[in-house]
């Protein structure tokens, strides 16, 4: 059956080797679209190296697929303007303020100046920043910085969006706020891949793939993964899965 | 999409505590201040005369030297053995005896009856003072009457005897009529001011983003790497411009100093040598990861280039293997040029040399390092 509408990332036999090291081994998955898919894995199993073959921003040695419908051998380029990225790491400009960081990535995606500045207004009001626009991005407290960060990566209404540890190093209840965020881009139709440590965020999932060693070692809805495993949460089903890793970090 | 970044680096320019202040400070100290502090014009030497003559004739040989303005005259002492003590212990550069027959004498062929020592510990100094004194005692000789100074003069020169026909040598400078030493450095500090800022800026710049990580977020958007460093080069190459204005103008104002050729030339070497060094910049921060790797290679390098550029030193004087080193230094190309063109008035024609120098390795530099950052975006 062709997928491919229904799709928005279709991924086959991907590997990615640095010299004699295999990062990523030969795995295979699908996205849908609108999905909320977790991507889990220990430190060093190849989450970080496959995202980054999805973004665009390295090749893969082997393997085929398309991310929101363009190749990811060939159409690079055209994969960028069709996604989102947010990192663990805060990669706005600090020395720009709040409305200059918009202004810059809406500038980027070609939005044209009438249209960042309807953005600008929409995004201060949804985020409830109004107040704190011109002041520099870098002087925010760290919840806020992740929820400009999270906008931003959307300013061009993406199809998918990619989040490595979006909620790496933040209290609890901003890590709530945060998922309604997910969930109301989700809700947009918007495709949301997702990388977390934090295992009561991968309930959230709709979807979620283990990765150990390289290889995809489990993947299915929490519900029947924790039901597989007999596990009662998904820390459980991770310990279970992870820990057959052989790879050192 | 190159509106919003050109746009972005301007502001972070001119939001960064030092950087705006600094591209004014540099050209001001670079004029001002240092073509005083370079200056290759030695001046204060100190001077013993240890006078066994003690005539009229002695006596305004020596005010002949103090009056030449190079001389610091230190008090006189009276024996060759006191003096010699005073040089051993630095307080004397150099030294004149004048024999007890001086004034007398001058004229025979038996030589000429004053004696000069020189400390040549620092040979610069030592080399320059000697001349400084040859030519005071050669303006005594031609100042005391004609017939017997013309004839002395000959004695000092050949010092050998009184039948050698009469040779005068007559010296006429070029370009810098008074050797003047700030004139000549005038050009070659803007050459170093221009190099400085366009090579260590936008490296440090690049590693900035590499360090707070903004880079990856940029290589994640469709901007293209070639669109993201031009847009990063522009801000500096409006203050490479704008540095050599204010040190042309500068120069203009408070020392006299015009451009003898064109304006023009100068602005359009600049922007040759902006190409080379900003692309070793980017080459560098390529393959550093952080601001104090790309510090000191480039330190490095900017050392390197400096010293042998001919800028301080002649490149001629060099000795082989090191001037062939020279002919990969972007700065031996570009100062010459621009002392050319400053000093003589040359035109492109005669500096075409230069300027295909420069081309060259700019065109490698910047091949070199747009390949290498495709590859460290793979990694």
Redesign the interface.
């Known amino acids: 059956m062709d997928n491919t509408g229904l799709n928005a990332m279709e991924i086959r036999n991907l590997t990615k080797r640095f010299g004699r090291f295999t990062a990523v081994d030969n795995i295979s998955f699908h996205v849908r679209k609108g999905e909320i898919f977790g991507f889990l894995g220990a430190n060093g199993a190849g989450k970080t190296t496959a995202m980054r073959i999805l973004c665009g921003l390295s090749r893969p040695t082997e393997g085929e697929g398309t991310v929101a419908g363009f190749d990811i051998n060939r159409e690079q380029e055209k994969i960028k303007k069709h996604i989102g990225y947010m990192s663990q790491k805060f990669s706005l400009y600090p020395d720009l303020t709040v409305k200059e960081n918009i202004r810059l990535f809406g500038g980027i995606y070609g939005l044209g100046d009438r249209k960042i500045k309807e953005k600008t207004v929409e995004m201060l009001d949804m985020l409830d920043m109004k107040d704190v626009r011109d002041t520099l991005a870098g002087c925010l407290p760290l919840g806020w910085k992740q929820k400009l960060s999270f906008s931003i990566a959307l300013v061009h209404e993406p199809q998918i969006i990619f989040l490595d540890e979006p909620t790496g190093g933040v209290d609890p209840e901003t890590r709530r706020r945060f998922w309604e965020m997910i969930y109301e881009a989700s809700m947009k139709g918007i495709t949301v891949f997702v990388t977390t440590h934090y295992m009561d965020e991968a309930e959230y999932c709709d979807r979620v793939s283990i990765m150990v060693d390289g290889r995809i070692a489990a993947m299915d809805t929490p519900g029947r993964l924790k039901e597989k495993y007999g596990a009662a949460d998904m820390d459980e089903v991770f310990r279970i899965v992870a820990g057959r890793a052989k790879r050192e970090e | ?1 190159w ?3 050109i ?2 680096e301007f ?2 320019f001119f ?2 505590p030092g950087l705006p202040r600094m591209a004014v400070m540099f050209p001001i100290l670079m004029i001002l201040v240092f073509p005083f502090a370079v200056s290759m014009d030695i001046r204060n030497i100190s001077l013993v005369v240890v006078d066994h003559s003690m005539s009229m004739e002695s006596a305004r040989l020596i005010e002949t030297c103090t009056a030449s303005g190079y001389f610091r005259l230190v008090t006189g002492c009276h024996s060759a053995a006191e003096a010699q003590k005073m040089m051993d212990d630095n307080k004397a550069d150099a030294i004149i005896t004048i024999d007890s027959g001086f004034g007398k004498d001058t004229g025979n062929s038996s030589g000429f009856p004053v004696g000069i020592k020189i400390n040549t510990v620092n040979g610069t100094k030592g080399s320059l003072g000697s001349q400084y004194i040859l030519s005071c005692i050669r303006k005594y000789l031609d100042d005391s009457g004609s017939g017997q100074g013309a004839a002395a003069g000959a004695a000092v020169q050949a010092a050998g005897t009184s039948a050698i026909p009469q040779i005068e040598v007559s010296e006429k400078y070029y370009f810098n009529e008074y050797m003047d030493y700030k004139l000549f450095m005038v050009p070659a500090l803007i050459v170093i001011a221009i190099t400085m800022i366009t090579a260590f800026l936008p490296a440090l710049n690049i590693v900035s983003e590499k360090e ?3 880079i ?9 790497k070639t669109a993201f460093i031009v847009c990063k080069m522009i801000p500096y190459w409006g203050i490479a411009f704008f540095i050599l204005a204010s040190c042309l103008l500068i120069a203009w104002a408070v020392f006299g100093y015009t451009c003898k050729g064109s304006i023009l030339a100068l602005f359009l070497f600049t922007t040759l040598d902006i190409v080379v060094t900003a692309g070793l910049g980017l080459l560098i921060s390529n393959y550093s990861n952080n601001a104090q790797q790309a510090m000191f290679v480039i330190w490095f390098f900017a050392m390197i280039f400096m010293l042998m550029s001919g800028i301080f030193t002649p490149i001629a004087s060099m000795p082989e293997w090191a001037r062939t080193i020279t002919y990969i230094n972007p700065l031996r190309y570009f100062a010459d040029a621009m002392r050319a063109i400053f000093l003589k008035g040359s035109s492109l024609a005669d500096v075409w040399y230069d300027a295909a120098g420069l081309a060259v390795i700019g065109a490698g530099v910047v091949t070199w390092a747009i390949s290498s950052y495709r590859k460290s ?3």
């Open positions: 999409m509106k919003y970044l746009e972005k502001k972070q939001r960064d707070t990580g903004t990856e977020q940029i290589n994640v958007t469709p901007v293209s975006g793979d990694a």
